[in-house]
């Protein structure tokens, strides 16, 4: 022990790691007694915040014929169930990058609830809008950025909001007032974005839709087309009188600067990791608040997550964070992954630095620190024996509760 609190771990070539077993913050020691906050900081901060996801979640669960209860969200197994228990879980390390990975365990790819699989999924999202837009520009076509707002209010449920928005939404891009606009514009598809936050008014989920037109067109003129459909569709649901701010399209560079920013803010912990303006958070904002021990927070973040995501008798149905244009991909000749395969497949050629068997994984998720971060450390820095020298200078886990893909 360094100091109270805190457990020092060897790292290769001299180096150590401080564990923060309250905190769980981790400092890598450059020099004896001299310590920096240590690189894999916003993987740890991911980690830390799919563990709150997992805690939060755990409580809704589904019984199988055969009368065990499986978790309804596959959030909670999520970097924890091992898919092959003999197989174990395998340790590699990106050749380009040397940052390391796990394999062989579960991955549950969803955008909304897991600030690890968003973070990953994110960088495959943004490169496929930029492709989407640089070729719309290359072949003398524009594209503009549309945002769709309801009214909300802090009384209002986050599903409640959420539906209100999909259903005016809907009814702006069907029937033949659409095609008509369609055509009128030349717009051959867009880009729906689907993204929240919640402030002092409640939740506000909101709409920003790439359009692809194959022609310059007049913004203004576009907008205004726009408008007059949101504003009597909300009018004819709801009896609302909105306002013109609820709704807005821009053109020139405002698409670009979108799409250029877009999945930015899942590299600083992970629409869902960004910290929000003000006194407005973003839902892993909340995850963020909850973990520092804000239960308030943990449980608005619940409702979010559950009506994100809403349970059925044995499936879970969940709204999509990003909806391209049937054959927009196609057109632009990009292929079609689900945020699934794209959160279970390997991020970069990689080499397989070795495997952990089950009883190994058990030891190190079963310590009062994310172990996984400091092994993730030790396996981009060292050797595979370096790694097998840290689990074994780790205590003996006490509750070895099984995690296998069910």
Known sequence: MSNQGIVTLPLPK?????????????????????????????????????SAARKLLARFRWV????????????????????????????????????????????????WHCPVCARKIAVRRRAELVIATNRM?????????LTCTVPHAASDRCADVLERLQRLFDRLNSGKAAKSFRDRF????????????????????????????????????VGNALWSRWASAALR????????????????????????????????AGGSLKSARGDSFTPFGLLGQYSEGDKAAGESWVEYATAVSRMGQDRIESSRQLV???????????????????????????????????EQWLKVLGQPFDARVVLLQIASVGTFEDVLSFVNSLPECQDKTLFSRS
């Open 64 to 111: 199988k014929a055969s009368g065990m209860e499986v978790p309804a969200y596959r959030v909670v197994r999520c970097g924890v169930a091992v898919i092959d228990q003999k197989q174990g879980v395998a340790i590699y390390r990106a050749i380009q990058h040397k940052r390391a990975h796990f394999g062989g365990i579960v991955q549950c790819g969803s955008v």
């Open 324 to 358: 391209w244009s049937r054959g927009l991909k196609a057109r632009f000749q990009i292929a079609d992954l689900t945020d699934e395969q794209i959160a279970e497949a390997q991020e970069e050629p990689s080499v397989l630095l070795g495997s952990l068997n089950f």
């Open 237 to 268: 649901e709801y009896g609302w009188n909105l306002p013109r701010l609820a709704l807005d399209v821009r053109g020139g560079n405002t698409a670009g600067e979108y799409v250029g920013k877009w999945g930015l803010e899942f590299e600083v």
């Open 14 to 50: 001299g180096f150590g790691i401080e564990v923060d077993l309250e905190s769980g913050e981790v400092r890598k020691q450059i020099a004896p007694g001299q310590y920096e906050v240590d690189q894999f900081e916003a993987v740890a901060t991911s980690y830390l915040l799919r």
């Open 186 to 221: 030349a717009v051959v598809g867009q880009i729906r974005a689907l993204e929240f936050t919640k402030g002092l008014n409640g939740w506000h989920p909101h709409v920003h839709s790439l359009l692809f037109c194959e022609k310059p067109v007049q913004w203004l003129e």
């Open 137 to 145: 520009n290359e072949s003398g076509g524009v594209c503009g950025l």
